[in-house]
């Protein structure tokens, strides 16, 4: 811990799969989406991350993001944390290894929103979506903590939302994000905590960060 804040020391890393799922509009996807509610008590929730999906995001990074927001539900019998997804448009977004996430809302529609995620891949240095990142920079604006998993930390960088934080990023992207952001904070650690900013290295970290974050509630 250093003056308040979190760092972590393990490297995370990423993972692809070779499914393939399409989202369908069918009785038993609209059944799932029931069991998902119930498994994901956002209604009640003292804390609700919103999660924005990138196009080609880590499908690792991501689930270990939220799975231990549903692991310290079950274990303290309580309704700690919810999680909603958000995409651009609402539209299902595909992972890195083609799997498509169904979404709960688009980011005009999110509303107000106390902590965000946004989780990209490898591709995210091609991703510069220029009213993403005028959302983003709306939501720090309104007081949101906004967060990254893995590469979303450059997206971060590009709204101007890392300056004066301490910051990380996926290993093989670091030396390209201080090329390209000289003046950052930037660390090699797989997570840091940084008053209203945390980011980590992706893979196995965001579950480091998250315990993290949990840790601090």
């Not at 993972?15 to 038993?28: V, W």
């Not at 991703?127 to 983003?136: C, G, I, T």
Request: hydrophobic share 45%; with cysteine; proline share 4%.
């Amino acid at each position: 811990m250093k003056n308040g804040n979190l760092t972590g020391h393990a490297r995370g890393g990423e993972a692809r799969t070779i499914h393939r799922a399409h989202a369908t509009q069918t009785p038993a996807r609209c059944e799932d989406m029931t069991r998902r509610r119930a498994n994901n008590p956002v209604d009640q929730a003292r804390t609700v991350f919103a999660i924005f999906l990138v196009p080609e995001f880590s499908l690792f990074g991501f689930s270990a993001l939220i799975d231990p927001l549903r692991a310290a539900n079950r274990i303290s019998g309580e309704p700690l944390y919810g999680w909603r997804l958000i995409s651009r448009d609402g539209a299902p977004v595909p992972a890195s290894s083609g799997i498509e996430v169904v979404v709960d809302a688009d980011m005009a529609n999110a509303g107000a929103l106390s902590h965000l995620i946004v989780v990209a891949g490898m591709n995210a240095h091609r991703y510069a979506d220029k009213d993403v990142l005028a959302w983003l920079r709306r939501l720090d604006r309104r007081g949101c903590r906004i967060g990254a998993i893995s590469t979303a930390s450059l997206l971060l960088a590009r709204a101007g939302l890392l300056d004066g934080y301490r910051c990380t990023i996926h290993w093989e992207n670091l030396a390209s994000l201080r090329e390209e952001y000289p003046d950052l904070d930037l660390t090699p650690e797989v997570f840091e905590i940084d008053r209203k900013r945390f980011t980590c290295s992706g893979g196995t970290a965001a579950l480091d960060m998250m315990l993290a974050l949990i840790a601090l509630e």
